[in-house]
DNA sequence: TAATTCAGCTTACATCTGTACGCTATTTTA
DNA sequence: TAAAATAGCGTACAGATGTAAGCTGAATTA
């Protein structure tokens, strides 16, 4: 083995040990170096040999759990694609990612209030991916104008996420009760924007 | 000065040393018993005398927050009955509280999503408070059937709560800009849940 | 007035933290 | 093959933390 492909798959133990760490007690800003080195089957001071900081390791996670979400965006979209209604398939799809990869959701919805203003950035960012995304689906399905359809993918994003924060804490049955929730709130929303147009269109 | 005033007072310092703390910076479970001393005062070790931990602080913290919050829609209630429409005058309001009570709205939103269970309960109880108010309020104004008016309230709210979460960050133009898109949002909503009391109506 | 209570203090300690320094063994380069 | 680079380690230290133990002086009670 190679020396960087062993720097490579140390990094990763690094990585995935502090992803293993943020569980629903633990915030980015509450894991310590040692604790990460500790898990990740490493000195502590060896840990500086892949990051100059935790910060560093921090906001690598956040690229990582950003990249996990638009790698979700695309297995929506192609869903879609195949039938079964946006709002349902795009839901559907979001649960079940939360389900499967719970800490990095988590890591995402707490570090989108949490402490570091660089941490908050970061997890903007790739809200805005989404933002802009479902934006131009929405104007290239419905027709609606950029403003109407942008206030509506904002809407519809933050509705999903605050949903996809219930359903952390939630069985499983009160998952499938917040995604049916969800997917009517986001009825009344697509509703709304369409009025909105017409009224528009009216003067 | 009487003992248990004086307790009363000692017991306020800590509270409101510890809401000073609470910066963008620091999340409840960040801040340390010894720093909340420093900041009001008084020796490390004399916390004890008023707190038996730093979490029955946290929820202390989270209970007068809760209370602020109640009060705000209280404040709402009366604008609203002396006209200007709802929409208008409850964004506005809660935007002033915002403005006004940055640390004490930021502390909810964080332990919203926070590393603790019991604040996260603490908190999602104080929102169901907002969810029950304005489905009552919806259902006697609009005459809306219960599951309607409850699921557009939940969603008002939690848009609501993340147009509050973008505006702590946010310049005091881009506020004006938060809310006036909020407000928009909220229309969308009440229309298409008023489109699906039609509907319901029609089967 | 004398006895009791108790808010707040000082001292102390074990535990954890980040990180500086220098060594070693192995891979990479020349 | 000899020299250089480097991933990982052990040791060490200063600082912070929670909290136990016991003291003091002032307020309260009897």
Do not use: C, W
């Not at 933050?158 to 499983?172: I, Q, R, T």
């Amino acid at each position: 083995m190679s020396r960087q492909e062993q720097k490579l798959r140390t990094r990763r133990s690094i990585i995935e040990a502090a992803f293993l760490l943020l569980d629903e007690q633990r915030s980015l800003s509450s894991i310590s170096l040692r604790e990460v080195a500790r898990a990740a089957g490493i000195a502590p001071t060896s840990f500086y040999r892949h990051f100059k900081d935790i910060d560093e390791l921090g906001l690598t996670l956040v690229d990582e759990a950003g990249l996990a979400l638009r790698q979700l965006m695309r297995q929506a979209r192609a869903r879609i694609a195949s039938g079964g209604g946006v709002i349902n398939t795009s839901v559907d799809t979001f649960m079940e990612f939360i389900t499967a990869n719970n800490n990095v959701f988590r890591l995402l919805l707490r570090e989108h209030t949490g402490t570091s203003m660089a941490f908050r950035a970061a997890v903007l960012r790739e809200i805005k991916h989404f933002n802009v995304e479902l934006t131009d689906y929405t104007i290239s399905t419905t027709g609606l104008p950029y403003n109407i359809a942008n206030l509506q993918a904002e809407a519809m994003v933050k509705l999903v996420f605050s949903a996809g924060a219930e359903a952390l804490d939630a069985s499983e049955e009160q998952k499938l009760n917040v995604a049916e929730r969800v997917k009517l709130q986001l009825r009344f929303v697509v509703n709304g924007a369409l009025q909105a147009k017409a009224e528009q269109a009216n003067n």
